[in-house]
């Protein structure tokens, strides 16, 4: 699936840029669906890069507060996450591929993601972007190409939490870490038929780094170290 994706994406890129893009409107709830995952951040900056098929693509920073859809460990982290965009500068050459999303120095901005190998893209180029927009104390969602559209102009964050928690199985959630690792744990016992499992096989689980655990496991190693060094030094003095 997301090699196709990735195939879909490619293609679009050179029939961009022979012809300006035509959007349709489509429903949030479709939109989403066909998304990989949705992050609310803040946009840093952008450079440009050649990928190994040849292609120049834009590469945008944003600092990611919240997401949905999206693992742990695609994160990685949240203050440097890297989004691509078909078209850029190379060597002094320009290539401009119309519909791709534009951002502003320290915008906030809601983006629907797609995966590709390179990892990740905005969903339906400009049309996976929405602007942040609060009133009355309420934050609404007003998508980049259809601002005055009367659904995609104007969505609450509750709505579209709830097309996201429909998807996904869970809304926008705050990232509270800044790194993300892998941490192997093992599954818990469950009782079938009155009969225990006769082992405990290792899931991988993903779970945010702990600086609080990190500290733990220094402590207990410096504390393992110190009293090899005592019994050493004890045994030395009685030989």
């Known amino acids: 699936m997301r090699s196709m994706i990735y195939a879909?994406?490619?293609?679009?890129?050179?029939?961009?840029?022979?012809?300006?893009?035509?959007?349709?409107?489509?429903?949030?709830?479709?939109?989403?669906?066909?998304?990989?995952?949705?992050?609310?951040?803040?946009?840093?900056?952008?450079s440009y890069k050649k990928l190994a098929s040849g292609q120049v693509v834009t590469e945008f920073t944003f600092k990611i507060a919240e997401g949905s859809g999206i693992k742990y460990s695609e994160i990685v982290n949240?203050?440097?996450?890297k989004i691509l965009a078909p078209g850029g500068r190379w060597q002094g050459?320009?290539?401009?591929?119309?519909?791709?999303?534009?951002?502003?120095?320290?915008?906030?901005?809601?983006?629907?993601?797609?995966?590709?190998?390179?990892?990740?893209?905005v969903s339906d180029h400009a049309m996976g972007k929405y602007n942040i927009k609060e009133e009355n104390g309420e934050v609404y969602l007003s998508n980049?190409?259809?601002?005055?559209?009367?659904?995609?102009?104007?969505?609450?964050?509750?709505?579209?939490?709830l097309?996201?928690?429909?998807?996904f199985g869970a809304p926008l959630e705050k990232i509270n870490h800044d790194r993300y690792v892998f941490k192997r744990i093992k599954k818990k016992r469950v009782k079938r038929g009155g009969r225990m499992p006769a082992s405990e096989p290792l899931i991988d689980s993903e779970?945010?780094?702990?600086?609080?655990?990190?500290?733990?496991?220094?402590?207990?190693?410096?504390?393992?170290?110190?009293?090899?060094?005592t019994i050493y030094l004890s045994k030395k003095s009685n030989s």
């Open 8 to 46: 879909i994406w490619i293609t679009t890129v050179f029939s961009l840029s022979a012809a300006a893009t035509t959007f349709n409107p489509v429903p949030v709830e479709d939109q989403v669906k066909s998304a990989y995952g949705a992050v609310l951040g803040t946009y840093v900056g952008k």
């Open 78 to 81: 949240k203050n440097n996450f």
């Open 93 to 121: 050459v320009s290539y401009r591929i119309d519909g791709t999303p534009k951002f502003s120095e320290g915008e906030k901005t809601f983006l629907l993601l797609n995966k590709v190998p390179e990892g990740f893209m």
């Open 144 to 161: 980049s190409v259809f601002p005055k559209h009367s659904s995609l102009g104007r969505i609450s964050l509750k709505e579209m939490n």
């Open 163 to 167: 097309v996201l928690e429909d998807r």
């Open 207 to 229: 779970e945010p780094a702990s600086e609080s655990t990190n500290s733990i496991w220094l402590v207990l190693l410096l504390g393992v170290l110190g009293a090899i060094s």
